[in-house]
């Protein structure tokens, strides 16, 4: 208990502002049996002041009307790049032994698709492997089906296998799960060129 009273009394000490009044807290505490007392209405006193304090600059600030709570908003989907090789098919020329190579690509994305090409390489039946060609830099939009010709002898078509793919793999913004489909391969038969 007396510990309880000489903190209350070391605290009101600290937070008096002049001289006079530390000597007062100290010779009110000293001389007199309700000096205690004393420095305990003073303590409860301030805590009066303060909250009536508190309630009036509540009572001065206007009530702000509750706004309705807006419904969370649906998360939107990654936008990205999805291009696809769907197909590589053989398209007929007036040029003797050589047919064009067609290849088809489509952006299965949610973003238009830029800077990449779509490259083009052969293999015979004997093995031998032509370098890779490629296209023009391509953009494609969500949805959009492309289309890329590439001039092949017939040498390397009947019985030989055309590969293309996008270049780079994965396209610039294209997950690299979404890069399995960036590439395909088709093996002809004999006397699909002529």
């Not at 969370?72 to 053989?90: C, F, G, K, N, R």
């Not at 190579?101 to 039946?125: D, E, H, K, L, P």
């Not at 293309?164 to 391969?185: H, Y």
Request: charged share 20%.
């Amino acid at each position: 208990m007396e510990i309880n009273q000489f903190d209350r009394m070391t605290a009101t000490v600290a937070q008096s502002r002049s001289r006079r009044d530390v000597l007062r807290v100290l010779g009110v505490a000293a001389f007199s049996a309700g000096g205690l007392s004393l420095i305990g209405s003073a303590e409860g006193e301030a805590k009066r002041r303060r909250k009536s304090k508190k309630k009036k600059q509540n009572q001065d600030q206007p009530q702000q009307p509750q706004q309705p709570q807006q419904p969370p908003q649906p998360e939107q989907p990654a936008l990205v790049p999805d291009v696809a090789i769907t197909s590589i098919t053989i398209g007929t020329t007036a040029e003797a032994a050589h047919d064009d190579i067609v290849v088809q690509f489509i952006n299965n994305g949610t973003q238009t698709a830029t800077g990449f090409r779509i490259g083009m390489t052969a293999t015979r039946s004997d093995g031998t492997i032509r370098n890779e060609v490629y296209s023009l830099p391509q953009t494609l939009a969500p949805g959009i089906i492309g289309v890329v010709t590439f001039r092949l002898g017939c040498s390397w078509v009947n019985n030989g296998t055309v590969t293309a793919r996008t270049d780079p793999s994965p396209i610039p913004g294209e997950s690299n799960s979404n890069a399995v489909d960036n590439l395909r391969s088709v093996t002809f038969g004999d006397a699909v060129c002529s």
